[in-house]
């Protein structure tokens, strides 16, 4: 099935450095949602993005709306041991519902 | 507010058998989309209705059917289970918005044996 491209792949980090990640499309989006997923949950939504340029922060987390409208970029300062997971974007088109198209996720691990 | 709720939490069925997933939305959320995450990969989309209308449908066959009744719940059924439907089904509810922000439940794990 259709997927975004989600980088990096994976990645270890120590306690108290920060994280980026960053999401690309071929396709132009209206909507972006970041998400965070454990081991055998839902994603939990950490962030929503609704429009072009647009800067959102969440606690330590900030997320952007790429200009171009095809990426999207999540940013978590100064990371924590309970950060560790799998983070997912997720974008939605002008399809006309309400669908959205997951990234292949960034698997994320803290060194304390 | 309670979240998206699904039942069950975990299902084993075997090859041949027929499945029926639940999701009860987010209070007040008239919209509800399943998805299929196969291990180690992100969300794929299967359905999405919204005010008991299917409004979109993913890359699925025609196995995989879905409804919602009145009261926005929503049911996955699935027929003539196959090894490679084993994976987590997600639900996710969305309100009445412009701004259509997804949030999911737990999800069922289904294990095809």
């Known amino acids: 099935g259709q997927q975004l491209n989600q980088s990096p792949q994976s990645m270890f980090i120590q306690e108290g450095e920060d994280v980026s990640m960053n999401c690309t499309s071929s396709?132009?989006?209206?909507?972006w949602l970041w998400y965070k997923q454990d081991p055998g949950e839902g994603p939990v939504l950490l962030i929503a993005?609704?429009?072009?340029?647009e800067l959102t922060s969440n606690g330590r987390l900030t997320a952007q709306f790429g200009i171009t409208r095809k990426d999207s970029f999540l940013n978590i300062s100064a990371s924590i041991p309970s950060d560790v997971g799998i983070y997912f974007c997720?974008?939605?088109?002008?399809?006309?519902?309400?669908?959205?198209?997951f990234g292949t996720g960034t698997r994320l691990k803290v060194l304390a | 507010d309670a979240g998206v709720t699904q039942s069950p939490t975990h299902l084993i069925k075997t090859r041949g058998q027929h499945v029926t997933l639940r999701c009860s939305p987010i209070?007040?959320?008239?919209?509800v989309s399943w998805y299929q995450q196969v291990l180690g990969q992100g969300p794929q989309f299967i359905f999405q209705?919204?005010?008991?209308?299917?409004?979109g449908r993913g890359n699925f066959p025609d196995r995989f059917s879905a409804r919602q009744f009145p009261n926005y719940s929503s049911e996955l059924n699935v027929n003539a289970l196959l090894l490679g439907d084993s994976a987590l089904y997600l639900c996710?509810?969305?309100?009445?918005?412009?701004?259509?922000?997804?949030?999911f439940g737990p999800g069922t794990r289904l294990l095809v044996l």
């Open positions: 396709s132009i989006f209206n909507t």
């Open positions: 997720a974008g939605q088109g002008n399809s006309g519902t309400y669908k959205y198209i």
């Open positions: 993005l609704y429009k072009a340029g």
């Open positions: 996710a509810s969305s309100p009445d918005r412009v701004k259509e922000t997804q949030y």
């Open positions: 209705y919204y005010e008991k209308e299917e409004r």
């Open positions: 209070s007040g959320h008239k919209s």
